[in-house]
């Protein structure tokens, strides 16, 4: 077991540019979500995966961003024309939801400045 | 939307003392979970209730979940520094997507 991986850790861009995200998950962990979190709020849910399939999206997320997991493993965050407003920590989880129980362990996340 | 509320926000006890955060949820939720985010890190599981009413232990730490599966609460008995951080309550909606709560951010003065 080596843990939610995510990377880059830190990513600093200009506004207007686009950004893609990598998370590796646990392996055999077959559901995958991601959240964004900004300072001194809690992570705010932005989609997840059933293995390769992606079963929900929250409204939040607008059609600059999109995520993929095309392999039912890694899994891809993409922001396409940056804005200041994106400026946030995003955390990815992992969770091989037995039995009901939907522990998710959590990555160190990917820092995103925007200029 | 689904709005999951905590209280309170901000938290500063004496090493020893007792703290408590309450969770609040506007829907009734299947489940509710509990994370600790140390100062500069990621969400950690502490602990899942499913059951209405139900009560559990982690050593000083008790989990509880309201009758009606609305709100939770978590008391720590004699807080320690290594108890300092934020703790999260979190559950999902009936759609699958997960909330997590506003947070209570605890520090322990030595």
Same mark, same amino acid.
């Given at each position: ?115 | ?61 008790? %989990?509880?979940? *309201?009758?009606?599966?609305? #709100?939770?609460?978590?008391?720590? +008995?004699? =807080?320690?520094? /290594?108890?300092?951080?934020?703790? %999260?309550?979190? *559950?999902?909606?009936?759609? #699958?997507?997960?909330?997590?709560? +506003?947070? =209570?951010?605890? /520090?322990?003065?030595?």
């Amino acid at each position: 077991d080596t843990g939610v991986s995510q990377d880059p850790r830190h990513k600093i861009t200009k506004r207007g540019q686009n950004v893609t995200f990598r998370c590796d998950p646990i392996s055999e962990h077959n559901r995958l979500y991601w959240y964004r979190q900004t300072l001194g709020q809690g992570p705010e849910f932005l989609t997840y995966f059933q293995n390769e399939a992606q079963l929900e999206k929250s409204r939040l997320l607008s059609d600059r961003f999109s995520a993929e997991r095309p392999k039912g493993s890694f899994s891809t965050l993409e922001i396409q024309r940056t804005e200041q407003g994106d400026s946030a920590m995003y955390l990815c989880a992992s969770s091989p939801f037995r039995d009901a129980r939907n522990i998710q362990y959590f990555g160190a996340g990917t820092r995103l400045s925007v200029l | 939307g689904q709005q999951v509320m905590q209280i309170p926000q901000y938290q500063h006890v004496q090493e020893g003392e007792d703290f408590t955060t309450y969770c609040n949820s506007s829907t009734t939720l299947s489940n509710i979970q509990w994370y600790k985010q140390r100062p500069g890190g990621h969400p950690v599981f502490l602990i899942q209730l499913v059951k209405s009413g139900e009560v559990k232990k982690q050593k000083r730490l008790t %989990f509880q979940f *309201g009758e009606a599966k609305k #709100n939770s609460s978590l008391h720590i +008995t004699a =807080t320690q520094t /290594t108890d300092v951080g934020t703790y %999260f309550c979190a *559950g999902p909606d009936t759609g #699958n997507q997960f909330y997590f709560g +506003t947070g =209570t951010s605890l /520090t322990v003065i030595p």
